[in-house]
């Protein structure tokens, strides 16, 4: 088996693992959204909490994968752009994402929680 074969190989299962987390992801705040509308609790914030963070993650995953290709397997100046292209949407949908849930820009997160340099769990 040859480096080409087994990064072919390594992005397909990052490529997997992407549209897994996005799947799993959507069916879990599904199934949690309708848990909290049984209970007779408010579910729409969660969900869409919920789903941001899957779509996040997820986004994550391909952006790895791309980046993957791009280096080891398809190293040519076109791909290399569309890999920039690529790696700007989804950088500013990620970011749009964490606004959407946080209502704040990630820089003034802190500024309105108190806690300066830690990361949320």
């Known amino acids: 088996m040859h480096f080409e074969d087994v990064m072919q190989l390594a992005v397909q299962a990052f490529e997997a693992v992407g549209v897994l987390v ?3 992801g959507s069916v879990a ?10 209970r007779g609790v408010p579910a729409y ?4 909490r919920n789903l941001g963070r899957a779509i996040l993650l997820g986004l994550e995953i391909l952006i790895v994968a791309d980046i993957i ?26 970011f749009s994402l964490e606004i959407e849930l946080d209502g704040v820009a990630p ?15």
């Open 22 to 24: 996005l799947v799993v």
């Open 29 to 38: 705040a599904f199934v949690i959204g309708a848990v909290d509308v049984r």
């Open 45 to 48: 914030k969660t969900f869409r």
């Open 69 to 94: 290709k791009t280096i080891t397997i398809d190293a040519t100046p076109a791909s290399g752009i569309t890999l920039g292209i690529i790696v700007l949407v989804r950088t500013f949908l990620s």
């Open 107 to 121: 820089w003034r997160r802190a500024a309105l929680t108190g806690k300066a340099g830690q990361d949320e769990v």
